[in-house]
């Protein structure tokens, strides 16, 4: 079946300071992944997407590339901002009518 | 962008009541889906719908069901409250199955006493 697997958090850092956030999946056939980003009192939103192995996909200084070859979508950033202080989810589309399956969430919070 | 709205911020019920949780969005989308959210685990799929009066139950459908009789509302009811269904209730939304970013609304997190 379809599942997601992400580190649990939650992560601590200084601002400036370099992110990784590990992300694995289990998947059948060719699966688009994606990362989503929850501020504080909101829903989620896009945050950045990867359609096929290899793609790379970024957005806002974040950065996840598509590695068939150890199943993983890992998130990273080089230089956190307060401003980035959210829970990230890693998700994964179904081949059910659309679905995406989520992983649990990792909460980040960045100190000045 | 896209608007997905969702009727209430907070809501408090006591036990055994029905609760309807309304999700409307503004921009023709065929699929729309309810979440519920709870800390440590993550986004858990309750009920989905790919068309009006199509639904398609998710990972945990037990206590819940969904009405879509019109294609920009999406509900979600309690049939009878429990402490156990006291969570954070998120909407999404999203174009048909090959357009795949999803839009959330804001949540309604729903205390059952």
């Known amino acids: 079946g379809n599942s997601v697997t992400q580190m649990e958090g939650p992560v601590t850092l200084s601002e400036e300071a370099f992110l990784t956030i590990n992300c694995t999946y289990t998947?059948?056939?060719?699966?688009?992944l994606f990362w989503y980003v929850q501020y504080p009192g909101e829903g989620l939103q896009l945050l950045l997407k990867a359609t096929k192995a290899d793609d790379k996909g970024s957005n806002k200084g974040f950065e996840a590339t598509y590695r068939k070859e150890t199943t993983s979508f890992h998130l990273e950033k080089g230089s956190v901002q307060v401003s980035d202080s959210a829970v990230y989810f890693c998700?994964?589309?179904?081949?059910?009518?659309?679905?995406?399956?989520f992983g649990r969430g990792t909460q980040l919070t960045v100190w000045p | 962008d896209v608007k997905v709205t969702q009727s209430s911020r907070y809501l408090v019920k006591r036990t055994g009541e029905k609760v309807f949780l309304e999700c409307v969005q503004d921009m023709d989308h065929e699929n729309m889906f309810w979440y519920r959210q709870d800390p440590g685990l993550g986004l858990r799929l309750i009920y989905f719908s790919y068309d009006v009066k199509m639904k398609e139950k998710g990972d945990i459908p037990e206590g819940y069901s969904v009405s879509r009789e019109k294609k920009e509302r999406f509900s979600l009811i309690l049939e009878s409250a429990s402490t156990n269904q006291t969570s954070m209730y998120l909407c999404?939304?999203?174009?048909?199955?090959?357009?795949?970013?999803?839009?959330f609304g804001s949540g309604t997190q729903l205390s059952v006493l």
């Open positions: 998700a994964l589309t179904g081949s059910t009518l659309g679905r995406l399956y």
């Open positions: 998947a059948t056939g060719y699966p688009s």
């Open positions: 999404a939304s999203k174009k048909g199955t090959d357009d795949e970013k999803l839009f």
